[in-house]
């Protein structure tokens, strides 16, 4: 088991370590079994391996300015506590959670001293660096810039919202990852070893399963769930149900990243027609209180991006579902949310008719606009002399079937096939229609160009 380790910033400060020695000893497993040395990390292969970038900066205590940016309990702090047993610098830690640009300032004119009087620099540690606003970010610049202070900042949101670019610019980001399964094993083995205990297989597997990826999630359910064995029979063997009843202490993360992640994941289950995965995804975004328009708008656009002339009924179950989400509100509105779905997941799918508009977009912005043909324009009192240069206009309802063949478009376009419907749902009745009206010589094809190209504007999904 790791030596326990003080809280970061009394590294330098003897009296204080006292006191924070006998904290440690009453601190929480997961505090208890934080990392001492670089080896002892578990996870972030890819930051920390052997050659990893990470590594050889910390090894070498060569660090410049870092944002260590992922989500909690991957091993943001461990890192910076690594790094504090590790430099020859001074490392002084805040939190941007209690610390303000008064005492960001006094961390600067510290390093100012320490550097012009022993030529020791300073490292800088920012927990919860996206807190601070811009002002006290903005504090930070000249230091990290003239290289008086090396910040090392640690957050839970994308840097690139929520700290500003002229910090982001002066610093390297490091992405630390979830860990991975077999990360979460070795923690709950050392937790167990370092509480005498042991546990059933199925257990540990269901506590790595509730952790998701949070190593600090993993220890402190462990620690929980022990207590509650210990509670129920002086047992120090987990069983499945003592984590079964620790699960209530979990609660879910939805952080930025989380929001854009989990509604890609819906979406995707949605188009992939796979029901149970829409409504578990629909689910986890309700349960942490994700706005329902939203989920609702984008229901909206998949009707019509996804499932299309296959069925159109599903855009009008969508918009039925954000009425009812504007009408009723949740949490009843989660019903019609639902309903939606399962719907739209169900439905046959076509893309036809978002494919259709990109390919006539690509015209627009390739080709030179042909004018209007003539028979095509207006016939405003103050413009009938256009119908002398050229054809008349057939009316469609003056004949059998309200169709006749005639140019709707530039003829440079002609023969330019946009909309290629499939053999899905509807789309297969369409298909043979504009086969009979048009010609197999038109409509002769069934393939679309694959992928995902970008809509007039240039805009994609």
Not at 358 to 367: H, I, K, Y
Request: glycine share 10%; net charge negative.
């Amino acid at each position: 088991m790791p030596a326990q380790q003080p809280p970061l910033g009394s590294f330098h400060d003897p009296v204080q370590a006292a006191g924070d020695r006998e904290l440690a000893a009453r601190a929480p497993l997961a505090a208890r079994m934080r990392p001492n040395t670089l080896d002892e990390v578990v996870g972030q292969p890819h930051l920390l391996g052997p050659g990893a970038p990470l590594r050889a900066l910390i090894e070498s205590d060569r660090l410049g300015s870092v944002l260590l940016w992922g989500p909690p309990g991957t091993g943001k702090t461990t890192l910076a506590r690594v790094i504090a047993a590790t430099t020859d610098r001074e490392f002084v830690a805040l939190s941007a959670v209690t610390a303000g640009v008064k005492d960001v300032r006094g961390v600067i004119e510290g390093a100012r001293a320490r550097l012009a009087g022993a030529g020791r620099g300073t490292i800088l540690f920012l927990d919860e660096v996206h807190r601070f606003n811009k002002s006290q970010q903005d504090a930070l610049l000249p230091a990290v810039e003239t290289g008086v202070v090396t910040l090392i900042g640690a957050t839970t949101e994308n840097p690139f919202f929520e700290v500003n670019a002229p910090l982001i610019s002066r610093s390297t980001i490091f992405r630390l990852e979830p860990l991975a399964p077999a990360d979460l094993r070795v923690l709950v083995a050392r937790g167990l070893e370092a509480q005498g205990a042991t546990a059933e297989d199925d257990a540990v597997e269901h506590l790595v399963d509730l952790a998701g990826g949070d190593g600090r999630a993993a220890l402190t359910t462990l620690e929980v769930a022990l207590d509650l064995a210990h509670h129920a029979g002086g047992r120090t063997r987990l069983e499945l149900g003592d984590v079964e009843r620790s699960r209530q202490m979990r609660v879910l993360r939805y952080g930025e990243d989380d929001h854009y992640d989990v509604i890609s994941a819906f979406i995707k289950a949605i188009r992939g027609s796979d029901p149970d995965a829409g409504l578990y995804w629909l689910a986890r975004m309700l349960e942490v209180g994700e706005d329902a328009r939203f989920i609702a708008r984008r229901l909206v656009i998949l009707a019509s991006e996804d499932v299309g002339m296959a069925d159109s009924n599903g855009l009008v179950v969508a918009d039925a579902a954000a009425r009812a989400v504007e009408f009723v509100g949740l949490p009843e509105a989660a019903l019609n949310l639902a309903h939606c779905v399962v719907y739209l997941a169900t439905a046959p799918k076509s893309n036809r008719a978002m494919l259709g508009l990109a390919r006539a977009g690509d015209d627009v912005r390739r080709r030179q606009a042909g004018p209007v043909p003539a028979p095509l324009r207006s016939e405003h009192p103050y413009q009938r002399h256009k119908l002398q240069e050229g054809g008349g206009y057939v009316y469609p309802h003056d004949r059998p079937m309200a169709f006749v063949r005639q140019a709707y478009r530039p003829p440079e376009l002609e023969g330019h096939v946009y909309y290629v419907p499939t053999e899905h749902g509807d789309e297969a009745t369409i298909a043979a229609r504009l086969r009979q009206l048009w010609g197999d010589d038109v409509y002769d094809r069934t393939e679309a160009p694959k992928g995902k190209p970008g809509l007039p504007g240039g805009e994609t999904r």
